[in-house]
């Protein structure tokens, strides 16, 4: 059933679906469901400029509480690299206290489709202005 509603989806909405699946505080907690999205090559560049491998990131996400808010993100773009890879790149930002939004951030993942599924091999966070 879930492969069919996959066929009916765009490419871009499979993808962002996926994406904004990483940004919900339960699935951040969720190590087995991270490894399922996270491909086994995956590493990161934060926003910080650090870079982060698969092991260091799920570790990371799976400390955090699994509570509050997800990341608020928009404007999604999609650009197929190949048939089985695609870049996805959007915009985030984080709900403050008070409900205004901090931490503003272009997003960029690549994705690669495998036997399994479609899998973010690469992400980075760059710090911008508010949009």
Do not use: N
């Amino acid at each position: 059933r879930s492969g069919e509603i996959e066929r009916k989806m765009t490419l871009l909405e499979q993808i962002e679906a996926l994406e904004i699946e990483l940004h919900r505080p339960e699935i951040r907690a969720d190590r087995r469901r991270l490894e399922e999205l996270l491909h086994p090559e995956f590493f990161e560049f934060g926003r910080s400029g650090r870079r982060w491998s698969r092991s260091e990131t799920v570790a990371t996400l799976t400390a955090e509480p699994a509570s509050g808010p997800p990341a608020h993100s928009r404007d999604f773009e999609l650009t197929p690299l190949a048939e089985d890879c695609a870049l996805l790149v959007y915009k985030s930002a984080h709900p403050g206290a008070d409900g205004s939004l901090t931490r503003h951030s272009l997003r960029s993942s690549i994705w690669k489709k495998t036997a399994s599924g479609w899998r973010m091999v690469f992400h980075q966070g760059t710090p911008t202005d508010a949009f």
